[in-house]
């Protein structure tokens, strides 16, 4: 059974930091493309930030040089390290997992609140 738990949200004032983990379990994550995505009601879901399993990066233009996502493998683990929160930063923050047999998993979500 795939897994994948998110943890690390939370209220934070702008200009702060918070740390999101994504725990895998089920699938053979150094293979898979990992991804953090958020929405907001009323909105579609949206990519923040991606790593392919050689760890290569990519991110959305609205969280460039404030964002890092990060993997262990040893920890089947995914880190979104967020700084200079914004109140727009404000969100359900989910974790994706994109493995090489093409399937595509979803955590449950975490919130992250930014308070102005």
């Known amino acids: 059974q795939v897994r994948l738990v998110e943890s690390g949200g939370g209220l934070v004032q702008a200009g702060g930091s918070l740390r999101l983990s994504c725990a895998a379990t089920g699938i053979i994550f150094s293979s898979s493309t990992m991804g953090w995505y958020r929405r907001v009601p009323g909105k579609q879901r949206e990519l923040v930030a991606a790593?392919?399993?050689?760890?290569?990066?990519s991110y959305a233009d609205f969280v460039k040089g404030r964002f890092t996502i990060s993997r262990d493998n040893a920890k089947n683990t995914v880190y979104l390290q967020m700084d200079s929160l914004k109140p727009d930063d404000t969100a359900v923050y989910y974790c994706?997992?994109?493995?090489?047999?093409?399937?595509?998993?979803w955590g449950q979500g975490t919130q992250v609140t930014v308070s102005s």
């Open positions: 790593i392919s399993r050689a760890g290569s990066t």
């Open positions: 994706n997992a994109k493995t090489v047999y093409y399937n595509d998993y």
